[in-house]
């Protein structure tokens, strides 16, 4: 159980944005519980690619059993990656298929999208998920030297992955299933951006680095970019999952004020409870005051 995830009433009157947008109402119950006033500002939405012809060409590399090594990196993108197959291949004929290679997942919802066709991976990235984990998990399936490899992509390519897989000698298959894009409304992020420029919130959540682009992105289109990077820097406390997150926030000049120990919603959820108010009262005494940046434990 997260530390401090007892801890009702931890938040009471906390003011905390919250940008999730598919577990937007799990998240925002989650820290809701510990007393905080959540603001909901769903960032971004999955956006599928009606035209894939790079899925069609994973189908057909598979039928040919020329792909060696296949990369599941989300839940949402393998289903998407079925669903682009069906018209083609049932379900059952797929997973035959894909049982030929060597599955890798880079986290536990992939996997769970695997079993449900009866497929269990041969490794699986450990925590925090990042390329780096995701890649030592690859190498599980042996040396990759004029190898196939094929990534379900999720969002955006990841080019460090992808460049580390090339330099090991593999043939690269890119599989991409959908794209990230600005929610259709987004009147909710705008306002959002607008009370972070005013400081009128205390907590801001971020647990894609795409959350962080986007808010930047509408910031710009209001105006408010260097307003709402200076209130993130100086005045609101950011609560962030993962090292992806945390390195996009030093790319924006900005740093992670609460870290959980695991990039888990329960774990940030608990996380803002415990050290939201210790961080808000350093963060607004300024510099001087702030502890160094918290991290993450690591187990073992």
Same mark, same amino acid.
């Not at 971004?44 to 296949?70: H, K, Q």
């Not at 094929?150 to 992808?162: F, H, M, S």
């Given at each position: 159980?997260p530390?401090?995830?007892?801890?009702?009433?931890a938040l009471?009157?906390?003011?905390v944005?919250?940008?999730?947008?598919?577990?937007?109402?799990?998240?925002?119950?989650?820290?809701?519980?510990? %007393?905080?006033?959540?603001?909901a500002?769903?960032a971004?939405?999955?956006?599928?690619?009606?035209e894939?012809?790079?899925?069609?060409?994973?189908?057909?590399?598979l039928?040919?059993?020329?792909?060696?090594?296949?990369?599941?990196?989300?839940?949402?993108?393998?289903?998407?990656?079925?669903?682009?197959w069906?018209?083609?291949?049932?379900?059952?004929?797929?997973?035959?298929?894909l049982?030929?290679?060597?599955?890798?997942?880079? =986290?536990?919802?992939?996997?769970?999208?695997?079993?449900?066709? %009866?497929?269990?991976?041969?490794?699986?990235?450990?925590?925090?998920?990042?390329?780096?984990?995701?890649?030592?998990?690859?190498?599980?399936? =042996?040396?990759l030297?004029?190898?196939?490899?094929?990534?379900?992509?999720?969002?955006?390519?990841?080019?460090?992955?992808?460049?580390?897989?090339?330099?090991?000698?593999?043939?690269?298959?890119?599989v991409?299933?959908?794209r990230?894009?600005?929610?259709?409304d987004? %009147?909710p992020?705008?306002a959002?951006?607008?009370?972070i420029?005013?400081?009128?919130?205390?907590v801001?959540?971020?647990?894609?680095?795409?959350?962080?682009e986007?808010?930047?992105e509408?910031?710009g289109?209001?105006?408010?970019?260097?307003?709402?990077?200076?209130?993130?820097?100086?005045?609101?406390?950011?609560?962030?999952?993962?090292?992806?997150?945390?390195?996009?926030?030093?790319e924006?000049?900005?740093?992670a004020?609460?870290l959980?120990?695991?990039?888990k919603?329960?774990w940030?959820?608990?996380?803002i409870?415990?050290?939201?108010r %210790?961080?808000?009262?350093?963060k607004?005494?300024?510099?001087?005051?702030?502890?160094?940046?918290?991290?993450?434990?690591?187990? =073992?």
């Amino acid at each position: 159980m997260p530390a401090g995830s007892d801890g009702e009433g931890a938040l009471d009157g906390v003011r905390v944005v919250v940008f999730e947008a598919r577990r937007a109402v799990e998240t925002a119950r989650l820290i809701e519980r510990h %007393g905080a006033v959540v603001i909901a500002a769903p960032a971004m939405r999955e956006v599928p690619l009606e035209e894939n012809p790079e899925a069609i060409e994973c189908l057909d590399l598979l039928r040919r059993g020329a792909i060696d090594v296949f990369v599941a990196t989300t839940g949402v993108g393998f289903r998407l990656l079925l669903a682009a197959w069906a018209g083609r291949v049932d379900a059952a004929s797929a997973a035959a298929l894909l049982s030929r290679t060597s599955i890798v997942a880079r =986290g536990p919802k992939p996997v769970q999208a695997l079993r449900e066709i %009866g497929l269990a991976p041969l490794a699986v990235a450990a925590e925090p998920n990042t390329w780096r984990e995701l890649l030592a998990a690859i190498d599980v399936a =042996g040396p990759l030297e004029g190898r196939t490899v094929a990534v379900q992509e999720y969002g955006r390519p990841n080019r460090d992955l992808l460049g580390a897989i090339e330099a090991r000698g593999a043939r690269l298959v890119r599989v991409p299933v959908y794209r990230w894009a600005l929610p259709e409304d987004t %009147g909710p992020l705008r306002a959002a951006a607008r009370t972070i420029a005013s400081a009128e919130v205390d907590v801001a959540t971020f647990t894609t680095a795409v959350q962080l682009e986007h808010l930047l992105e509408v910031a710009g289109g209001e105006g408010i970019r260097d307003a709402v990077l200076s209130a993130l820097r100086d005045r609101v406390v950011v609560a962030a999952v993962g090292p992806t997150v945390q390195e996009a926030l030093r790319e924006a000049g900005l740093r992670a004020d609460v870290l959980p120990e695991h990039p888990k919603l329960g774990w940030l959820a608990a996380a803002i409870a415990a050290r939201a108010r %210790g961080a808000i009262a350093a963060k607004r005494a300024g510099p001087a005051a702030r502890d160094p940046l918290p991290r993450p434990r690591r187990d =073992g």
